[in-house]
């Protein structure tokens, strides 16, 4: 297997041309992609595995054995059954349109307001901008974890403990989606929206219209991560949601886990439900991914 | 630019500062405010002095909670600095293929904790793939307690942060490596170096201020350890609660029907000046980066 997954054009990929020719050479080349090949397979099963055998557990029927001696990797009569149990047990549509409505709430006030306040910061000038531009940097530096307390105090004095709305509230317009769209407009060229005030454009019409589609790539940047991050967070929702109706995803699934059901196969299909479009997804946009790892630089 | 009323960027400001006023500063200062207070949820809040500091200094359970993030950090820093560093290596290259490597690489990193909690936690169980392993290899004669001995939890818990954050860290030193000169790659391997010396003498000192930010990043986000504890123990920090992180202890103690307010702002400032000299740390660190990519 080794060898028939060493590729023949990798040879001619990496050799230039005249220079080098000798084949002892390229003998070690090849066993060095060989060597690479294999640990790249060894570590996708170490990083894959996991989930791979959350999903055969997740497909095997319920007479069959999930551990002990008599287990199988695959499963002997694959179903589907536990996918349909956990609904049983846990308003699982809820939950994902519960996590889906904040994601996409998310989505949207991070976009728009951080971009709003993005291009305030980068394209106008105005007393007290340095400050607020301080003020949005040094949130960075808060982590949620120390304020959590009296953010959740504030939320309950505002009455939205157990609401989406509540959920959505501290994440909606972070820090660092504020400061991705700073940058992205400062990198675009002044020229067009000036082109488009000559032509009489309002201050929102020029944003709007002109400046906020030419920062489509950073938008979508933001937008993913917004997403991602919301679907995910579990600890927020943990505190601040409190009857079981109103659970997202994921305090939803840790209280499956938690529930009678000791079934590990409806834990893992529930899992499976939370994870498997996610990654569908990712695997569809992954460039974009990368790109905003880049642009976006690092998270504390 | 063109005359504008002095109003209109602080229309653009308004969204944004409402919300980063009410859900940071607003809080962060109360924080501030209410630590030196008795407050409780149920109201109360009289002004009592550094008593909520004192009471820390005599708290085991709070003692136990901040050893327990020591030692989180001692493992997953170390762990997160280097794997992803090695990892980053071995996906740093243009074979076919490489593309779908790095991105699978990533995906422990896009799926919730909660998600990744739950699926270790039944690799780790008594009666999970893990111990099947080790029993049939006759490495252990009985299965291990991965969930069920505080200190195996939390070493259970550290393989996992670990585990899903390789991928993250990965990336990071990806966008390093593209500015390691290959060049000096060539230039030692003419001169014989070995891949491990090479590994040492060119690509480490040139990674060297990414290596310090990824520690530094690793750190910020180890002392904030909570859902990995939370979900591998199902809600209980392990048997008589021993496997507490600090953030687990501040939501124990502050957000309970009976939350004392006070006594966890305390806590959540003491965890403040933590984070805030690591934050500080990272951001001196990635300047230095920056200027010495420049």
């Known amino acids: ?300 | 630019m063109i005359g504008r009323r002095w109003y209109v960027p602080w229309l653009f400001l308004t969204p944004a500062l409402i919300v980063t006023a009410a859900m940071t500063w607003g809080p962060l200062a109360n924080t501030g405010v209410l630590a030196f207070t008795d407050a409780q949820a149920l109201g109360g809040g009289e002004f009592t002095g550094l008593a909520n500091f004192s009471r820390l200094a005599h708290d085991d359970q709070f003692f136990r909670a901040l050893g327990n993030t020591a030692l989180y950090l001692a493992v997953v820093v170390p762990a997160l600095v280097l794997l992803p560093l090695l990892l980053a290596q071995l996906v740093h290259t243009k074979l076919p293929g490489i593309g779908a490597f790095r991105a699978v690489f990533y995906s422990p990193v896009i799926a919730s904790m909660v998600v990744v909690g739950l699926i270790w936690s039944w690799l780790l169980s008594s009666d999970g793939l893990v111990n099947a392993v080790l029993l049939k290899l006759r490495v252990v004669a009985e299965p291990l307690p991965f969930l069920t001995d505080s200190t195996l939890l939390l070493l259970s818990c550290m393989l996992v942060t670990v585990w899903k954050g390789l991928g993250y860290y990965m990336v990071i030193y990806l966008a390093a490596l593209a500015n390691v000169p290959g060049e000096l790659h060539e230039a030692a391997r003419v001169d014989g170096a070995g891949a491990v010396r090479r590994f040492r003498s060119v690509t480490v000192p040139t990674v060297r201020p990414t290596m310090l930010l990824v520690g530094t990043l690793a750190a910020i986000s180890a002392t904030k350890v909570f859902a990995e504890i939370y979900v591998m123990s199902s809600g209980t920090a392990g048997p008589g609660g021993q496997a507490k992180s600090i953030v687990y202890y501040i939501r124990e103690v502050g957000l309970g029907v009976d939350g004392e307010i006070g006594y966890a702002s305390a806590m959540s400032l003491v965890l403040f000046v933590g984070t805030l000299g690591l934050s500080v740390l990272a951001l001196v660190l990635r300047r230095r980066g920056e200027r010495s990519e420049a």
């Open chain 1, 1 to 300: 297997m080794s060898t028939a997954t060493t590729p023949a054009p990798a040879r001619a990929q990496q050799t230039p041309p005249a220079r080098r020719t000798r084949r002892p050479g390229d003998a070690a080349r090849y066993a060095g992609h060989t060597l690479r090949y294999l640990l790249l397979v060894l570590m996708t099963v170490l990083l894959v595995g996991p989930f791979l055998w959350q999903l055969l557990t997740s497909l095997k029927s319920t007479g069959e054995p999930i551990y002990g001696p008599d287990t199988t990797w695959l499963p002997a009569d694959p179903t589907l059954g536990n996918f349909g149990k956990v609904a049983e047990v846990i308003p699982v549509w809820r939950y994902i349109g519960n996590s889906a409505i904040v994601a996409v709430a998310s989505v949207v006030t991070n976009c728009i307001f951080g971009a709003m306040a993005g291009y305030a910061l980068a394209r106008m000038r105005f007393r007290g901008r340095g400050a607020v531009f301080a003020a949005v940097l040094a949130s960075l530096v808060v982590p949620f974890e120390v304020i959590m307390v009296n953010v959740f105090l504030t939320v309950r004095s505002l009455g939205l403990v157990d609401t989406l709305l509540g959920v959505l509230l501290p994440g909606a317009i972070s820090g660092l989606s504020i400061l991705v769209m700073r940058t992205a407009f400062l990198a675009l060229p002044k020229e067009t929206e000036e082109a488009a005030a000559m032509d009489g454009a309002g201050e929102w019409a020029r944003f709007w219209r002109v400046a906020l589609p030419s920062v489509r790539g950073s938008l979508a940047v933001v937008g993913v991560f917004s997403f991602l991050f919301a679907w995910d967070d579990f600890l927020w929702p943990l505190i601040v949601l409190k009857n079981p109706d109103n659970f997202t995803l994921t305090v939803g699934l840790q209280y499956l886990s938690g529930t009678f059901t000791n079934d590990q196969r409806v834990v893992a299909a529930g899992t499976m439900i939370a994870v498997v479009p996610l990654l569908a997804v990712f695997f569809a946009l992954q460039r974009l991914f990368f790109r905003g790892i880049g642009e976006g630089g690092v998270k504390g």
